[in-house]
């Protein structure tokens, strides 16, 4: 399985939702399963690996190591962390070569006006590769997350049924370089069982 990890959005959790759908895997398929491909200049994935020092579970590489070692061969799972904002021929190659984009996007209105114009973009390019965005930094005492997947899907959006809750234990799992059901405490596990119900959506 391919996904490509995008958005046309910086601040939605694509790093962190690249991650720990690396992680999903992982656990799901046994260990040297999954690989996450850094495709994006910021390197957040691999400074990510780098301070959990091989704690990760799963392997990260930067997409040039990726093209080297050919790891669509080498591992059942790859997911890729792009660069943000693919447009044009290079939102084409990511289009044809996943199975799936998943689009992460925080529920404030800029941000789901930004999802329209990608969302536009992937359906005028075709091709096989199913897109579903993801709703992510939901903040638990407001209702904006509930009237941004309404607006969407009013729209023809299609969605993740789960969402991706606003927790700190995800900015201390990236500090440590861990997935986040490695760090103590209801919020952290909680943010896992977020991220375990996304990796079931996909590949259920």
């Excluded at 020092?53 to 997409?63: C, K, W």
Aim: one cysteine or more.
């Amino acid at each position: 399985m391919i996904l490509t990890v995008t958005s046309h959005k910086g601040g939605v959790a694509k790093t962190t939702t690249a991650m720990h759908l690396g992680a999903y895997l992982e656990r799901r398929d046994g260990e040297g399963s999954t690989v996450v491909v850094d495709a994006d200049p910021n390197g957040s994935a691999l400074g990510w690996a780098r301070r959990g020092r091989g704690q990760l579970g799963f392997s990260v590489v930067s997409s040039r190591e990726a093209q080297e070692r050919g790891v669509v061969r080498e591992f059942a799972n790859v997911v890729v962390d792009t660069q943000g904002r693919p447009r044009g021929e290079g939102l084409r190659r990511l289009v044809a070569q996943c199975d799936m984009l998943v689009v992460p996007t925080t529920p404030e209105a800029g941000s789901t006006e930004t999802i329209m114009l990608m969302a536009r973009d992937i359906e005028e390019l075709g091709g096989p590769a199913e897109y579903r965005v993801l709703l992510t930094m939901v903040k638990w005492y407001n209702r904006r997350a509930a009237q941004a997947r309404r607006s969407l899907e009013k729209r023809g959006v299609p969605l993740f049924r789960s969402e991706i809750r606003d927790r700190a234990a995800f900015a201390t799992a990236e500090l440590r370089g861990l997935p986040v059901y490695e760090i103590k405490g209801k919020g952290a596990r909680d943010g896992w069982a977020d991220y375990e119900a996304v990796g079931r959506e996909v590949t259920g």
